[in-house]
Nanobody
Framework: QVQLVESGGGLVQPGGSLRLSCAAF????????MSWYRQTPGKERELVAT??????????NYADSVKGRFTISRDNAKNTVYLQMNSLKPEDTAVYYC????????WGQGTQVTVSL
């Protein structure tokens, strides 16, 4: 059964760090374009970071709002994608979703990240 399971969200103070994990089951993440999105109530889902498939070079791309603070990476042995988030700001508060795109389009259930004092 195909599944994406996110974890690692939580409450953190401004300036802090979190690492989100996205474990994949039923397919191989290295073959897919893997992305992290985020969404806040009343707003459209926003693309945060992307890593291309291994065959495409594993190139990364980031939204301007997170460049220099967030890092997306992939561990092929664990079939897991990560989002390291540093220097977090209150405006980073959102539900973060993992996405896998190739011939199919898979989504995780989301994990809440709250940045607040």
């Amino acid at each position: 059964q195909v599944q994406l399971v996110e974890s690692g969200g939580g409450l953190v103070q401004p300036g802090g760090s979190l690492r989100l994990s996205c474990a994949a089951f039923g397919f191989t993440v290295s073959r897919y374009v893997m992305s992290w999105y985020r969404q806040t109530p009343g707003k459209e889902r926003e693309l945060v970071a992307t890593i291309t498939s291994a065959s495409a070079g594993g190139n990364t791309n980031y939204a301007d709002s997170v460049k220099g603070r967030f890092t997306i990476s992939r561990d092929n042995a664990k079939n897991t994608v990560y989002l390291q988030m540093n220097s977090l700001k209150p405006e980073d508060t959102a539900v973060y979703y993992c996405n896998a795109l190739w011939y199919q389009d898979y989504w995780g259930q989301g994990t809440q990240v709250t940045v607040s004092l």
